[in-house]
C-alpha cells in the first residue's frame, strides 16, 4: 500500500522558511520521479517542484532561486526547502508519487 506523509508546515513570516518533508511507504522510491504541489483557497492544484529518479529537478517559474526540491532515498524521504516565503506561497503543499497523493500540509506565509 503506497503512503505518502507530508510534514513541515506551518505558519511564518514573509521572508522566513520552512522545510517540507514527505515520507513514503510501498512505491520503489529510488527509480520514481517525485512532485510537490500546492493548492491555495479557490485556486486549482498547481505544481510546484519535480525531481526525477537520477536527481533532476524541475520549479514552477515563481518559486525559482527560493525553494529547492532534494531527495534522501535511504530514508525514502522528499524535501521542499522553501526561502523568501511570500503571502502568496500560502497554500496546503501536497507530495505527489503518480497516481498517488499524500494527505497535505499547510503552510501558511503572513506579511
Known amino acids: 500500500q503506497v503512503q505518502l506523509v507530508e510534514s513541515g508546515g506551518g505558519l511564518v513570516q514573509a521572508g522566513g522558511s520552512l522545510r517540507l518533508s514527505c515520507a513514503a511507504s510501498g512505491i520503489r522510491f529510488s527509480s520514481t520521479a517525485m512532485r510537490w504541489y500546492r493548492e491555495a483557497p479557490g485556486n486549482q492544484r498547481e505544481f510546484v517542484a519535480l525531481i526525477t529518479s537520477g536527481g533532476l529537478t524541475d520549479y514552477v517559474d515563481s518559486v525559482k532561486g527560493r525553494f529547492t526540491i532534494s531527495r534522501d532515498t535511504a530514508k525514502n524521504t522528499v524535501y521542499l526547502q522553501m526561502h523568501s516565503l511570500k503571502p502568496e506561497d500560502t497554500a496546503v503543499y501536497y507530495c505527489?508519487?503518480?497516481?498517488?497523493w499524500g494527505q497535505g500540509t499547510q503552510v501558511t506565509v503572513s506579511s
Open positions: 505527489n508519487a503518480n497516481p498517488k
